[in-house]
Nanobody, 124 residues
Framework: QVQLVESGGGLVQAGGSLRLSCAASGRTDSRYAMGWFRQAPGKEREFVAAISRNGGSTYYADSVKGRFTISRDNAKNTVYLQMNSLKPEDTAVYYC?????????????????WGQGTQVTVSS
């Protein structure tokens, strides 16, 4: 079992930046590939980014490619999402997730553990 807690969300103007963090506790050895997802009101949860167990491989949704960067610090059991050039359409609750597999995935069905989410609001 692993517990995930996101932080770092908030209100930012368009063009601004935020860095989200996801702290893991419990069985926190680096066996988990990690992902970030987001869900806007009235919409389905969608994939944002994923990172491999050792951080050597990453994968991004087209909508955030070039603006967002996912990274991890296994010594701190923490995954980050650096978000730059934010747009109003990035407004959503952002969730981190862990999966007990080495392969990266953009599907919510492939993740075993989820955090409670952190709100990101981008004003125009």
């Amino acid at each position: 079992q692993v517990q995930l807690v996101e932080s770092g969300g908030g209100l930012v103007q368009a063009g601004g930046s935020l860095r989200l963090s996801c702290a893991a506790s419990g069985r926190t050895d680096s066996r988990y590939a990690m992902g970030w997802f987001r869900q806007a009101p009235g919409k389905e949860r969608e994939f944002v980014a994923a990172i491999s167990r050792n951080g050597g491989s990453t994968y991004y949704a087209d909508s955030v490619k070039g603006r967002f960067t996912i990274s991890r610090d296994n010594a701190k059991n923490t995954v980050y999402l650096q978000m730059n050039s934010l747009k109003p359409e990035d407004t959503a609750v952002y969730y981190c997730a862990a999966r007990t597999s080495a392969a990266l995935s953009s599907s919510t069905f492939h993740y075993n553990y989820w955090g409670q989410g952190t709100q990101v609001t981008v004003s125009s």
